[in-house]
């Protein structure tokens, strides 16, 4: 059970604030913002999810630059309260199409209702967005999706000056589009997450793969859908079928998937419900190509100096674009000073967090094929005692690369059955995103 639920703002404003059983004492929402603003636990790094304060346990997770939070001074299971407080989030969206502090301030009304029916006295009663439109009544007030800054959810479909169609992430499930139209659509959005571990060679020393089939219908009716993937995809190691096949270690469904024809033909049947839900969840720790290559290496330019260099290369096609790359490094704790310089051709910026002796380098978008070389030099306040690799690495890099997928899993077909909406328009989009990419130095 929960005793209390509120939303805060990047700035820690109150949003949204349910008390629903009054054991928790006033002003917890100040206490968890002063509290997660400044944690200094081991130094760095951000709060974790969950922590005590003066016996109340407090649950948080961060979306769409939003705090969702969850008090209790009861014992209950993390991962069911970090659960909740996702879901409850994307059922918010399901309902106003755009999750951001406008959008919450203009539909606190409906916003609250969502609450008082989802839980009850602290206890969860349901986080299906379509059996909670049989309890909803209030209609969304529609932010304009025209005001989201550029680089929002959406930007990650982005590719060059085109963008791909984008309304699933602005649209709500409820609300009709102005003039009481509807547009028949449906997305289904393959998203993997990759973690690959580099060793000082630039070999690979781990590779894995965290994906998700998410689908979000707006069809009149509906309809029963068929969603065709490879058909020599393997599941398991007991079920290889070739050489070329997409290996997967293990994958579950929504409980709205049919799995009668899966095993003859990798296709899957389901009604979708309301709402944006994941259609499959997948893992594969079976060896595949990086989109990056990365290499570093550091080197004493003297007693109190020390050169850094850093290539990364784009092993996809020049067709592609990966956005926003975040490289960072961590450097030995005496350096000082660093000056910065990009090899002709290199972009992007440059800077040295003093604070906590980190080398970071931000890309804003990176051309498959290209190569891309940052030299560092270091200054160090004290002479280098010892091996210098010891004290610095290793590299992280973060990345969204839309329209890839690594593990080569594909959506063959998309089939719409019995549809009362003419021509309804399907939307099958790829986005690979760095859960972990390190490279050891």
Not at 184 to 198: G, L, P, Q
Not at 318 to 339: F, G, K, Q, W
Not at 385 to 398: L, T, V
Request: contains cysteine.
């Amino acid at each position: 059970m929960i005793s209390q639920f509120f939303v805060l703002s990047q700035r820690g404003d109150n949003i949204v604030f349910r008390d629903y059983r009054s054991d928790v004492q006033k002003g917890s929402a100040e206490t968890f913002f002063r509290k997660v603003k400044f944690w200094k636990e081991d130094d760095e790094g951000d709060a974790p999810p969950l922590f005590n304060v003066d016996g109340v346990n407090y649950f948080h997770v961060k979306v769409s630059g939003l705090l969702f939070v969850a008090t209790t001074r009861a014992n209950v299971s993390p991962s069911l309260v970090l659960e909740l407080l996702q879901r409850i989030a994307r059922v918010i969206k399901d309902y106003l199409g755009i999750l951001n502090e406008d959008s919450l301030r203009k539909n606190f009304v409906l916003v609250y209702e969502l609450l008082d029916e989802v839980i009850d006295f602290g206890y969860v009663q349901t986080t299906s967005t379509e059996v909670l439109k049989s309890y909803v009544f209030n209609e969304p007030i529609v932010v304009d999706a025209a005001r989201l800054p550029t680089l929002g959810p959406a930007s990650i479909f982005m590719q060059g000056a085109k963008r791909m169609p984008g309304t699933a992430i602005t649209k709500s499930v409820v609300a009709n589009e102005p003039g009481g139209r509807k547009r028949d659509e449906i997305f289904v959005d393959v998203v993997e997450k990759i973690s690959v571990t580099f060793n000082s060679s630039g070999f690979i020393l781990t590779s894995e793969i965290d994906g998700t089939i998410q689908m979000k219908s707006y069809l009149t009716g509906n309809p029963e859908i068929r969603l065709a993937l490879n058909e020599d995809l393997s599941i398991g190691r007991n079920d290889y079928r070739s050489s070329g096949a997409v290996l997967l270690d293990d994958c579950n469904f929504h409980e709205s998937v049919h799995l009668d024809n899966f095993d003859i033909d990798r296709t899957l049947t389901l009604v979708p419900p309301d709402g944006e839900f994941p259609v499959m969840n997948y893992r594969m720790t079976q060896a595949f190509k990086p989109p990056f290559r990365i290499n570093a290496l550091i080197e004493e330019a003297g007693p109190l100096k020390a050169e850094v260099i850093i290539k990364v290369r784009a092993e996809f096609l020049p067709s592609i674009n990966a956005n926003t790359v975040i490289i960072e490094m961590p450097l030995p704790t005496y350096t000082i000073r660093v000056n910065f310089e990009l090899e002709p051709g290199a972009v992007g910026t440059t800077d040295f967090k003093e604070a906590n002796k980190r080398l970071e380098w931000g890309i804003k978008k990176i051309v498959g094929g290209t190569e891309h070389t940052l030299r560092a030099k270091l200054t160090f306040s004290q002479e280098i005692h010892g091996n210098i690799m010891k004290e610095a690495g290793p590299i992280s890099m973060s990345f969204t690369i839309p329209m890839y997928n690594a593990s080569k899993l594909q959506v063959k077909y998309l089939q719409i059955a019995k549809s009362k909406a003419k021509n309804p328009h399907r939307w099958v989009r790829y986005v690979t995103q760095a859960n972990s990419y390190v490279a050891r130095l």
